[in-house]
Structure formats: structure tokens, C-alpha cells
């Protein structure tokens, strides 16, 4: 289960930090991501960080967004930086979640994805 949390009103030029965080037995996370639905478009990846901590922001995004996570709480974290009206949207984390399962083969991954329900924020001018 993912749930995210951090959204909220504020003005155009601030500051959020967004967290994500999972929980669950049984199944380990290679990646987590963000992404966000704003008014008039699909839905977009935002950022990306796998459990090496290798992160990656969108080209468009890079300077005002930055993912990060604390491993020992399961939480990934989205900052976002110089806040403008068209940042408004739903912002939701999703996992790319793995256990082993066998084979006469051996042992191999099982992937399964998992999305939170999502956080609003909202920029005014």
C-alpha cells in the first residue's frame, strides 16, 4: 500500500515536499516513482528513484523538482521548488513491487504495481 501526503494550497513561488509512503509484507521495491495529473493533460511522470537510489527528474521538471527517499521508513520524498499555478494537479507515487517465485528453472521475479490514491495540490497566483 502506498499512501501519499504533503499536498495543499499555497502560493505561487513556494515550497512543498510531498512523501509517499509504503507499506506491506512480502514484497521488496525495485523503483518508485511520481507523477501528476494536471488540468488539461495525461497524466506524467514526474521523477524516479530506484532502491540503489538512482534518481531521475523529467527534463522539463529538472531545477524545480527533486526525488529522494529514507529507506529505513519506506518513504520517498518529492520536493517541489518555485511552485507556479499550472503545478496544480493530483500527485500520486507508484511501486514497482517484486517477491521470487520458482520454477523447474529456478527462481525468478515476479513484478507487480502499485499506485496511491494521490495528493492534490494546488497553486494560486
Known amino acids: 500500500q502506498l499512501v501519499e501526503s504533503g499536498g495543499g494550497s499555497v502560493q505561487a513561488g513556494g515550497s512543498l515536499i510531498l512523501s509517499c509512503e509504503a507499506s506491506g509484507s512480502g514484497f521488496s521495491i525495485s523503483s518508485m516513482g511520481w507523477y501528476r495529473r494536471t488540468t488539461g493533460k495525461e497524466r506524467e511522470l514526474i521523477a524516479t528513484i530506484t532502491s540503489e537510489d538512482s534518481a531521475n527528474v523529467r527534463d522539463s521538471l529538472k531545477g524545480r523538482f527533486a526525488i529522494f527517499r529514507d529507506a529505513a521508513k519506506n518513504t520517498t520524498f518529492l520536493q517541489i521548488n518555485n511552485l507556479k499555478p499550472e503545478d496544480t494537479g493530483n500527485y500520486s507515487c507508484?511501486?514497482?513491487?517484486?517477491?521470487?517465485?520458482?520454477?523447474?528453472?529456478?527462481?525468478?521475479?515476479?513484478?507487480?504495481?502499485?499506485w496511491g490514491q494521490g495528493t492534490l495540490v494546488t497553486v494560486s497566483s
Open positions: 507508484n511501486a514497482m513491487c517484486y517477491d521470487y517465485a520458482f520454477d523447474d528453472s529456478g527462481s525468478y521475479r515476479r513484478y507487480l504495481e502499485v
